[in-house]
């Protein structure tokens, strides 16, 4: 058993997606994972493509026949994806029971409201370091207000800026170090999980978000609560970069990898 849990799995249930859970557990089950960790995006802000897409009843179904599938031969867990919660928790909770996910996962999608979501469109009309940094200053505040477990692809705008044509290939520990520490020392504080999401990867800025040099500074200052998720949303991505996201982890001197089940982390060695 490769002693991975991905933590960053969408199944068919979110509208971007579209592999069903079960059969994603029997690829984890060929590929030996530990464990999946799957979402569903909740997003609450009407300019998102997923605003509205979250169904429980369906997302719980599909994951009690993932759970029926694995048979106790892989870990599910199910968590969720939710989207500026700093900004929308208030109204998610309405919709949905924290207590009854495994995780909640708290992701950055768009700065500022309508007209700043993190594609194209986003950069066109202004100067793209000033979204970047927005895009920071709302991850702090993400982090320092949020009832969530884990911190999902933290960089994600370099998806926006490489799609874009903008240069991509700063690295932001220089350009705001103060705000960026200032994050690490909140979800340490917070236990929070940093997710090392290797979407990137795959993708033409061919870089994991956080990058490996802030991936470094997280453990130099202490942080061992790190999850890795590969953000598979279909064909032909299932689980893609865990293992080169895994080793990263090792060379930046993390000993071990979480889950969480029933929102407690659970801890894996990675040796
Ligand atoms: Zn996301
Ligand atoms: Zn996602």
Redesign the pocket.
Known sequence: MIPITDMHVHTSDSPDADIPARELVARGLNMNLAGIGFVA?VDLDPEDYCYGGFKENTYNRSIELARREAANRILVLKGI?V?EPHIYEEQVKEIVDYSAYDFITG?I?SVEGAGMILGKSAYENANPLEIVERYYTETLQMVAEADMDIL??MG?FRRGLALAGLEHDFNELELWPDTILRILEIIIDRNISLELNTSGLRRRENITYPTPWILELYHRIGGTLITIGS?THREPYVFFGLFDGRQLLIESGFKEVFCFENRIPKRMSLV
Do not use: P, R, W
């Open positions: 995006h994806e989207g992701a999608h999902a692809h994600l953000d």
